[in-house]
T-cell receptor, first 108, second 114 residues
Framework: DAKTTQPPSMDCAEGRAANLPCNHS???????VYWYRQIHSQGPQYIIH???NNETNEMASLIITEDRKSSTLILPHATLRDTAVYYC?????????FGAGTRLTVKP | DSGVTQTPKHLITATGQRVTLRCSPR?????VYWYQQSLDQGLQFLIQ???????AKGNILERFSAQQFPDLHSELNLSSLELGDSALYFC?????????????FGPGTRLTVL
């Protein structure tokens, strides 16, 4: 069973920031938070990951709360091509368990 | 394009049959992972190989097996197929085998069992 909880769906206006929340209250000290997305039935695409510090790359920012029980993925300027299912994953030493994800729809 | 290749793209077969799915990792990647994505179960981790050795096992059925060859390509063998095995099967690869490593996913093989 997945260790994360995400809202099943969200909408976002094109050009606005998309903030996708994730709860992972049972995360342990050596587990990372990963975000992937899947567009239609393509292979999932890596977005970002972090342990306890906030992270930013060219695609997104990841904000992890101080107690590490939740995180938020931020797409700063969402485009129509960002419409996808976004998966928040807590990853231990070996396994990577995907939950149901959040279906983000970016609307014009 | 992630650099991970999977063949075939589509596969249609009958119940009780056996099939082999093939995956070539990105150049330089030592780990290969297999995932199954069905409509009712979502994306499930099956198994990981690192440099030819099994590293981690997920929800892989006993009817399924995998191996990684010396050239690092991997095959997933599915036998005694059932209707419920119809799914998308993804392969992913990573440079190493640990938690720091980003996984790159292939385009998937769509298996239909009739």
């Amino acid at each position: 069973d997945a260790k994360t909880t995400q809202p099943p769906s969200m909408d976002c206006a094109e050009g606005r920031a998309a903030n996708l929340p994730c709860n992972h209250s049972t995360i342990s000290g050596n587990e990372y938070v990963y975000w992937y997305r899947q567009i239609h039935s393509q292979g999932p695409q890596y977005i970002i990951h972090g342990l306890k510090n906030n992270e930013t790359n060219e695609m997104a920012s990841l904000i992890i709360t101080e107690d590490r029980k939740s995180s938020t993925l931020i797409l700063p300027h969402a485009t129509l091509r960002d419409t996808a299912v976004y998966y928040c994953i807590v990853r231990g030493v070996n396994d990577m368990r995907f939950g149901a994800g959040t279906r983000l729809t970016v609307k014009p | 394009d992630s650099g991970v290749t999977q063949t075939p793209k589509h596969l249609i077969t009958a119940t009780g049959q056996r099939v082999t799915l093939r995956c070539s990792p990105r150049s330089g990647d030592l780990s290969v992972y297999w995932y199954q994505q069905s409509l009712d179960q979502g994306l499930q981790f099956l198994i990981q190989y690192y440099n030819g050795e099994e590293r981690a096992k997920g929800n892989i059925l006993e009817r399924f097996s995998a191996q990684q060859f010396p050239d690092l390509h991997s095959e997933l063998n599915l036998s005694s197929l059932e209707l419920g095995d119809s799914a998308l099967y993804f392969c992913a690869s990573s440079r190493g085998g640990g938690v720091y490593d980003e996984q790159f996913f292939g385009p998937g093989t769509r298996l239909t069992v009739l």
